[in-house]
């Protein structure tokens, strides 16, 4: 094991330990290590990254091009530095350049339970979330969007609102906009098993059975049929894949914002939320406010920006490294 791999770790975990993200960790989850933002592309750890979840830590290797730390120098070096810390095991998924990861492994320790739960805090509030980190190849919550769920929960503007969160996957925006106030929740994603998730994680947190609508079905028909039933929403959350393949088209972040949000603005109050977040590094902040602007001036809307979404402290970006930067996104009053 290179003691340089070690002491990466270790200045990872110290960082965070100082800035005061690590509180209630083992209750909670938090990216100990984000490889492509913290260390030089040359790096053997930059195609890693760790996740705590709980006292588990989830493993993530993307295959590039540098030559990679292997798989068992990862396991001695987390093993080292995270066992101490209170960690009891480790899950690893590796993600090949093309196609669908295998299934995770356990890596090193205990395994974690089928589903257990984490909580995450966000000023006052407490939102608890389901994971799962041998069942599937995503352990169930995005963790660079906790400052939109903080947003969502603590801006005060989604009190008595009805919402409609789109590609929703296991519903953790909806939980933060119930906990924010919402009067209800539309949650829509093409999966039946995540909107199940999801459905399981309203429950969780508290959203009655008559204030949320469970939605399974594709954006491109969903959307258009709210839309005809003239269903309208306060505020709408948008978070689609870089690429998906629906039932009647794909979509690309590259080539389709513009269609994306027309659709999004047609169920948008007058005076609503939009609020898109795109998981893009190749499309420019600048060529994404064009698109939207360019829906909204196709439907005769105004837009106000209310604020951006970025990444967390725990995802730094790294600044020889632009793919460190992906996730985008903005609030916009129209
Ligand atoms: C990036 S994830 C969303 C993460 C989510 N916003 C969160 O914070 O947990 C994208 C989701 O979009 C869903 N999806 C992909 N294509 C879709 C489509 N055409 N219609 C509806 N949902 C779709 C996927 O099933 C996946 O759950």
């Known amino acids: 094991m290179s003691i340089e791999m070690t002491r990466t770790l270790e200045q990872?975990?110290?960082?965070?330990?100082?800035?005061?993200?690590?509180?209630?960790?083992?209750?909670?989850?938090?990216?100990?290590?984000?490889?492509?933002?913290?260390?030089?592309?040359?790096?053997?750890?930059?195609?890693?990254?760790?996740?705590?979840?709980g006292s588990s830590l989830w493993i993530t290797e993307w295959e590039g091009e540098s030559a990679p730390a292997s798989v068992e120098e990862i396991r001695k070096a987390s093993?080292?530095?995270?066992?101490?810390?209170?960690?009891?095991?480790?899950?690893?998924?590796?993600?090949p350049r093309q196609g669908i990861p295998e299934m995770p492994q356990l890596l090193w320790g205990e395994a974690p339970p089928p589903s257990f739960r984490v909580v995450e805090h966000a000023d006052g509030h407490v939102m608890s979330f389901e994971i799962q980190l041998l069942e599937g190849r995503h352990p169930g919550l995005f963790l660079d969007h906790a400052p939109l769920r903080r947003w969502l929960c603590c801006s005060g503007k989604l009190a008595?609102?009805?919402v409609l969160n789109t590609f929703a996957y296991t519903g953790s925006l909806s939980v933060a906009s119930w906990l924010g106030g919402a009067s209800e929740v539309v949650t829509l994603d093409l999966s039946r098993p995540t909107t199940q998730w999801a459905e399981r994680n309203g429950r969780m947190n508290g959203i009655p059975v008559e204030r949320s609508r469970y939605l399974f079905g594709d954006f491109f028909e969903e959307v258009p049929r709210l839309a005809r039933r003239g269903d309208t929403f306060d505020v709408v959350i948008s978070d689609p894949p870089s690429f998906s393949r629906g039932k009647k088209r794909t979509f690309s972040t590259q080539k389709d914002l513009v269609d994306l949000h027309e659709l999004l603005f047609s169920v948008l109050s007058p005076g609503g939320v939009l609020v898109t977040s795109i998981n893009s590094a190749n499309v420019p902040w600048e060529k994404y406010e064009r698109d939207v602007q360019q829906a909204a001036r196709k439907l005769g809307r105004k837009l106000k920006l209310l604020g951006r979404i970025e990444q967390p402290e725990s995802f730094p970006s790294h600044p020889v490294n632009p793919k460190s930067r992906y996730l985008k996104g903005f609030i916009f009053q129209s």
């Not at 209750?27 to 913290?38: C, H, N, T, V």
């Not at 093993?79 to 993600?95: D, I």
């Open 79 to 95: 093993e080292q530095v995270y066992s101490r810390e209170g960690y009891r095991g480790a899950v690893v998924l590796r993600r």
């Open 160 to 162: 008595g609102r009805r």
């Open 12 to 53: 990872a975990w110290n960082a965070r330990l100082h800035s005061g993200q690590l509180e209630r960790i083992h209750e909670s989850a938090l990216r100990l290590f984000y490889g492509p933002g913290e260390v030089h592309p040359r790096d053997p750890l930059a195609s890693w990254a760790i996740d705590g979840y």
